[in-house]
């Protein structure tokens, strides 16, 4: 058993791509499976054309939140778009799990079924953090029904969360988000504690190139994400997701979860939420070095070879 796979929602952010939108909004009406998900959209206002995109589509949208973040950095701007959205589902509607979409990603018609079905053989897991839907695994090396189970962050251009990690992060909101900026890096070492899921071939386009967090359309990230498209319109056996492990990392931290590393990673965890003081800080800095980024090297070393 899992979560309640009923009380799923999802929410589309949107700012200034109302022609991405458009083509989002698309293929989210085309996703298996949606006539019992609840579909809402955060606005962060400045663009008119947005507007259109968002009214001639008010049918699909249960909940219209409208934001208009004040902060001068960007990356502060798209957390604030982000914290409201999983508030909205979370605290608001009462949700079991959230997905998110950024409007500048494309997803395939079995991005929702992927997600239930990993609830519901995971959901129950005190390990289980969420999903993430992208991989940079070739599809002439990996198969439609495949996934990965790994300790790595949140995808945030396509990724869902279930409750019980948004009320585990929910109190370090004020402290950590400051510090980095973006809501991907700060609750990063916390996702580690656990894993997060992934499908072997990817289930989102991203289209955001030279992005707050990316780098140009023919980056590692961008091509892989290409080469693992499995397209919009996926033929995938909903009854048949197997376990596998790629060959092709994400980024060098994306590591195999592994149970025996689970108190290393809640270690760094706890010194992230005592960062205030100089000691933890301190140890925090010395791991990094001496142990994590290490780590790092022959996880990148492993695949290279």
């Known amino acids: 058993m899992g979560l309640e796979v009923d009380a799923i929602h999802i929410v589309i952010i949107a700012f200034d791509r109302p022609d991405l939108l458009s083509k989002l909004i698309k293929s989210t009406r085309d996703l298996t499976d949606l006539k019992q998900t609840q579909v809402h959209v955060v606005q962060q206002l400045g663009n008119d054309s947005v507007d259109k995109v968002i009214e001639a589509n008010k049918d699909l949208f249960n909940q219209h939140i409208k934001t208009n973040p004040q902060d001068v950095r960007v990356d502060m701007k798209i957390?604030?778009?982000r914290i409201a959205a999983y508030e909205l589902v979370?605290?608001?509607?009462?949700?079991?799990?959230?997905?998110?979409?950024?409007?500048?990603?494309?997803?395939?018609?079995?991005?929702?079924?992927?997600?239930?079905?990993?609830?519901?053989?995971?959901?129950?897991?005190?390990?289980?953090?969420?999903?993430?839907?992208?991989?940079?695994?070739?599809?002439?090396?990996?198969?439609?029904?495949?996934?990965?189970?790994?300790?790595?962050?949140?995808?945030?251009?396509?990724?869902g969360i279930t409750r019980n990690t948004w009320t585990a992060l929910r109190p370090h909101l004020d402290l950590l988000i400051p510090d980095v900026g973006s809501f991907d890096v700060a609750f990063e070492q916390y996702l580690r504690t656990g894993f997060m899921i992934s499908p072997a071939r990817s289930r989102y386009l991203d289209f955001g190139a030279d992005g707050t967090h990316t780098g140009p359309a023919s980056s590692h990230?961008?091509?892989?994400?290409?080469?693992?498209?499995?397209?919009?319109?996926?033929?995938?056996?909903?009854?048949?997701?197997?376990?596998?492990?790629?060959?092709?990392?994400?980024?060098?931290?994306?590591?195999?979860?592994?149970?025996?590393?689970?108190?290393?990673?809640?270690?760094?965890?706890?010194?992230?939420?005592?960062?205030r003081f100089s000691?933890?800080?301190?140890?925090?800095?010395?791991l990094y070095k001496f142990v994590y980024i290490p780590k790092c090297e022959a996880n990148r070393q492993r695949y290279m070879s």
């Open 221 to 275: 990230y961008f091509k892989g994400l290409s080469e693992s498209w499995i397209g919009q319109e996926a033929q995938s056996d909903f009854q048949d997701w197997r376990l596998s492990k790629p060959t092709k990392l994400f980024r060098d931290d994306c590591f195999e979860y592994k149970k025996s590393e689970d108190t290393f990673f809640q270690v760094l965890w706890v010194l992230k939420r005592w960062s």
């Open 279 to 286: 000691a933890s800080r301190l140890i925090h800095k010395i």
């Open 79 to 81: 957390s604030a778009n």
């Open 90 to 159: 979370f605290e608001t509607l009462q949700g079991s799990a959230a997905i998110i979409f950024e409007d500048d990603v494309l997803i395939s018609n079995d991005t929702l079924v992927f997600f239930k079905s990993m609830l519901e053989q995971f959901g129950e897991n005190p390990k289980f953090r969420g999903v993430n839907f992208g991989s940079l695994e070739p599809a002439n090396r990996s198969k439609y029904n495949q996934y990965f189970i790994q300790r790595f962050g949140l995808h945030g251009p396509a990724s």
